[in-house]
């Protein structure tokens, strides 16, 4: 009997959501008023060890809900901008909305 799996694509994206600092960032990144938020700015918010964001906004890339870019020319990750990507955006509002009934 063959059962349903989920591609494992989206299983990664769902995972993402199964971890309180992701939302936080997730979160900071929907409040903030900005099109993007710097690595510095989103640690200072989050307030947990570099290497631990790093993994968990690594995580979230991964997941194509943000999207990571230098500027500057700059290429270090500590120097890079963050922004939900628009798969991000279509992703959440599709959540969301199942979420709240609609």
Known sequence: MDIFKFPEELLDII???DNKINQKILGILIIEDEDYMSYKDLRDKINISESNLISH???????ALLENFIRNGKIEQ?????????????????????????
Do not use: A, H, P
């Open 15 to 17: 995972k993402v959501f």
């Open 57 to 63: 906004l690594n995580q979230l890339v991964g997941g």
């Open 78 to 102: 500590i120097d890079s901008f963050y922004r939900i990507s628009k798969f991000g955006i279509e992703f959440l509002s599709v959540l969301l909305k199942f979420i709240n009934g609609g």
